[in-house]
């Protein structure tokens, strides 16, 4: 029967770019590239990052995994003991394997604390950032990372100019962004949500010399996670990313029991919000914020919301947003039927705004109907051009 066979990691320096790729039979090596002034981050005495996402792979072709090379005895144990079962109830696709580990190690824990979290400017990652620095703890490192959330085309640019506006965004914190690159999305089949979270993960399980705890965005409230058969992995959070420590780094959820609301009433009150949020999926060049796709809209009417509209100057296009707006408000009271987080904010803007927001919350629940049963074509075409109803 056919394996898959993880037998150890290969480093190689192009200028400043180190890139790490495993060495595998039976499926496309992953890469990741750093940059060289990161070197003595990077873990050498396992396999961990590339472990979690072959583990994927081969339950997704069905087939065996056999590694060869060192890996976490904890985060091996619990891969074979809990988060493999995880992975099967999320994606029922996926295919119950047998997974051999020869070599488990125990590396002592870091004699150092150095604590990270992801940053890509948005609302998530500026909440938890924020947070550390309110009880004075701030983080050593933030990461921004490309595992498939930044599109097919021109992926080097849309990756430099989103790494440069988180950069930018950062500076009122003054710590380093580490940017790391990898072909993981070329590897998977799997869309990108449904498998987001292992890829994060495994990009900061690289580092795991450097980082002894690392602090992950959670976007889902506590009532809505859990483990069940889901379009998207982060709805498993708070079960799945502790299962993936090791003894060297501790992984755990933060922001859980925050709604969207409370999250931006919070960043735009602290002192060291720089004033620049970015949200949007589209990665037309040059990267912005759109100001109409779901999350834009979202993000604009939960600004709305709380009175804080210097932010969408700021961030959107004012202009724009206001042609918009009416329209925006359906498609979010529409959406709200079916999505908490865009349900948070329509609730939020009846508080504020009371029967004035009542004609677009009537029309919302018309559209939601209604939008069922529009022909492909003619909804493609719609949802190209005016995304923010949709």
Known sequence: MKEISLKG????????????????????????EINQKYQSMLDTKSVDAFFILYVWIAMEMGVDLRVEAAVSKQLSDSVLNNVKNMFLILCPRLRDINITVLKQISCPPNNFYHSATGFSGGVDSWY?????????????????????????????????????????????????????????????????????????IACVLLLQEGISSYSYS???????????????????????????????????????????IQK?????????????????????????????????????????SIGEMELIKNNF???????????????????????????????????KYGIKVLYYKFLGTIWSVIRNYVPGGLKWRSMAKKPYLW
């Open 218 to 260: 959670s976007s889902y409230a506590p009532e809505d996670s859990k483990v069940a058969e889901h379009y998207d992995m982060s709805i498993m959070d708070p079960y799945l990313i502790p299962a993936l420590s090791t003894e060297r780094i501790e992984f755990r959820p933060i922001g859980i029991g925050a709604t969207r």
């Open 264 to 304: 931006l009433r919070y960043i735009s009150n602290a002192e060291k919000f720089s004033n620049k949020i970015y949200v949007c999926i589209e990665k037309e060049l040059p990267i912005k914020n759109c100001g109409h796709c779901f999350k834009c809209r979202r993000t604009q009417l939960a600004l709305d």
């Open 128 to 200: 938890t950032a924020l947070k550390a620095v309110e009880i004075d703890n701030p983080y050593a490192y933030y990461m921004f990372a490309n595992t498939g959330q930044h599109g097919e085309y021109n992926v080097e640019e849309v990756v430099a100019q989103r790494a440069a506006i988180a950069k930018n965004a950062l500076k009122t914190l003054d710590a380093p962004l580490i940017v790391v690159d990898s072909n993981i999305d070329n590897v998977f089949k799997e869309r990108f949500q449904q498998r987001d979270v292992i890829g994060n």
């Open 9 to 32: 990691l290969n480093t190689s320096l192009n200028g400043k770019v180190l890139r790490v790729q495993a060495e595998v039979s039976g499926a496309e090596p992953i890469w990741f």
């Open 317 to 351: 296009g004012f202009s724009f947003f206001q042609q918009i707006r009416s329209a925006s408000l359906i498609g979010l009271f529409a959406s709200a039927r079916k999505d908490n987080l865009d349900l948070e904010v329509t609730e939020e803007l009846e508080e």
